[in-house]
């Protein structure tokens, strides 16, 4: 049996998130521990994806602190070594893929490993081969340009160029939002067993709630600027006191889903 490690891989401290005037994040904690996958909701324009920004350092913060692996890391300090080796080791997929256009399949897989590592063309070339084959997708896809492959293959091939560089941490963006049913559930199924295959800790914005319950350990809820809640999704699904959230899991979608989802765990 695997032991998990006790310390938090991410902490954020009183963050504070101020846009011409206007606070997005205000007293925001939070603290994420290894090896699993949590989901962050929230209503649309409660500052999710502000949030795993400015983890990633792709967005300055007004105040506060944040702490990737025990370090902190708000310091804007990208030429540090250790911020450095730190970010190296966060990947993101973007909610649109953010694959280039001109590159073949393989290439974009290619591309952070020429970036980032000295090893030789053929050794990466070996190695998004690799991470291609991680995801599930198939040659003979390899040598396409990406306009030239199914959405469900598209995020295919960005989850293998977020894989790499071989990060710790996994921020996925909508990772299913475009797919069809099937889809979405085979790309859930990957998630899930990628992270148990990697050790990842996955940190996911999603509002699909079937991918919620289907792969999330657990739910960060933010609402009023700051994590409103941080709990199992069962927990988060049965409480009560916070109404959206409520609605969220018991409104005339969510209920089907929790229904389904709680007799399965029941029936475990
Ligand atoms: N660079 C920026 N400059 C000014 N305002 C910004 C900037 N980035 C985000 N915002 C604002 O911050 C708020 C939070 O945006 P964010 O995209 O983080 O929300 P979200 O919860 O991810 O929303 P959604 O679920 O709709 O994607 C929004 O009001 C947005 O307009």
Redesign the pocket.
């Known amino acids: 049996m695997r032991v998990a490690s006790s310390k938090p891989i991410i902490e954020v401290k009183e963050l504070g998130t101020c846009?011409?005037g206007?606070w997005?994040h205000k007293n925001l904690n939070l603290t994420i521990m290894p090896d699993r996958i949590v989901t962050i909701i929230?209503?649309?324009?409660?500052?999710?994806?502000?949030?795993v920004r400015e983890i990633l350092m792709l967005?300055p913060i007004t105040e506060g602190e944040i702490y990737l692996m025990g370090e902190k890391i708000s310091s804007y300090d990208l030429e540090n070594p250790y911020t450095k080796r730190v970010l190296s080791q966060m990947g993101m997929m973007f909610q649109q893929g953010a694959l280039f256009s001109s590159y073949t399949v393989l290439e974009n897989v290619m591309f952070p490993l020429l970036e980032y590592t000295d090893f030789s063309y053929e050794d990466v070339r070996e190695l998004a081969f690799m991470k291609l084959k991680l995801t599930g997708l198939k040659e003979v896809a390899y040598n396409k340009y990406p306009k030239e492959i199914s959405p469900g293959m598209l995020k295919r091939v960005a989850l293998a160029r977020t894989l790499a560089l071989d990060p710790k941490v996994v921020f996925l963006d909508e990772p299913t939002a475009g797919l069809d049913p099937n889809s979405a559930a085979s790309f859930d199924e990957l998630i899930l067993n990628l992270q148990q295959q990697l050790k990842l800790t996955v940190i996911m914005?999603t509002?699909d709630l079937d991918s919620i319950w289907h792969t999330s350990n657990e739910i960060i809820y933010?609402g009023e600027k700051r994590v409103l809640l941080h709990d199992t999704v069962l927990n988060a699904a049965n409480q009560t006191a916070i109404k959206d959230l409520h609605e969220y899991f018991n409104g005339t979608r969510g209920k089907i889903t929790k229904a389904y989802y709680s007799a399965q765990m029941g029936s475990q």
Do not use: R, Y
């Open positions: 846009f011409n206007d997005v929230g209503a649309s324009g409660c500052g999710k994806t502000t949030l967005q914005i509002h933010l």
